[in-house]
């Protein structure tokens, strides 16, 4: 079974360096998050009972430094294009607030119980989300537009042809190209 080749690494990279790049960015979002718990007041304020809005500020320090983190490595061609785009940053912003908070305080049982209702439509977990990761996303697209901004279209065109694999490179930007002629 094959790859998608949205998932596949940029050319040179091997799953253990996809794997470094990936543990990186769970480390930024720890520092981050932690960081900003710290300015907050302490690391209590990450507690199961306290406040949302100091968890949500916590989360959203933790994906500014998270999506930045990406951000650079895919500038440098480290782990994969829609990797450090989407999977890497979503799947820590989303997994990693609850592991630290368990790690410190342990498991929220009652917190999960009542989590579990998410198909009921719950504003507070949308404001959760997006606490997570829009200024994450926002933070990604500012600093890939800067760095695209620095860069005239020939060395664009050199910097896909080097780290782009092939088939990534035929189907994605090769037809966005044809499209726009």
């Excluded at 996303?137 to 664009?156: Q, R």
Aim: negative net charge; hydrophobic residues 55%.
């Amino acid at each position: 079974m094959n790859r998608p080749l949205g998932l596949a690494p940029f050319a040179g990279e091997s799953r253990l360096d996809c794997g470094l790049v990936a543990a990186g960015g769970v480390v930024a979002f720890a520092v981050g998050y932690l960081a900003t718990a710290l300015l907050l007041g302490g690391i209590g304020v990450l507690d199961h009972g306290g406040d949302r809005a100091a968890r949500r500020l916590a989360g959203a320090g933790g994906s500014v430094l998270c999506w930045g983190y990406f951000a650079v490595t895919f500038t440098r061609a480290k782990g994969g294009p829609v990797l450090n785009a989407v999977a890497y940053p979503v799947a820590t912003a989303v997994l990693a607030p609850f592991a630290l908070r368990w790690a410190l305080f342990g498991p929220d049982w009652a917190g999960l119980r009542e989590r579990v209702g998410f198909f009921l439509f719950r504003p507070d977990l949308l404001l959760d989300a997006a606490a997570l990761l829009v200024p994450g996303m926002l933070t990604f697209l500012s600093l890939l537009s800067a760095w695209g901004a620095t860069l005239n279209d020939a060395e664009i065109d050199a910097w896909q042809r080097d780290h782009l694999r092939e088939e990534f490179y035929d189907a994605f930007v090769e037809a966005s190209d044809l499209d726009a002629e």
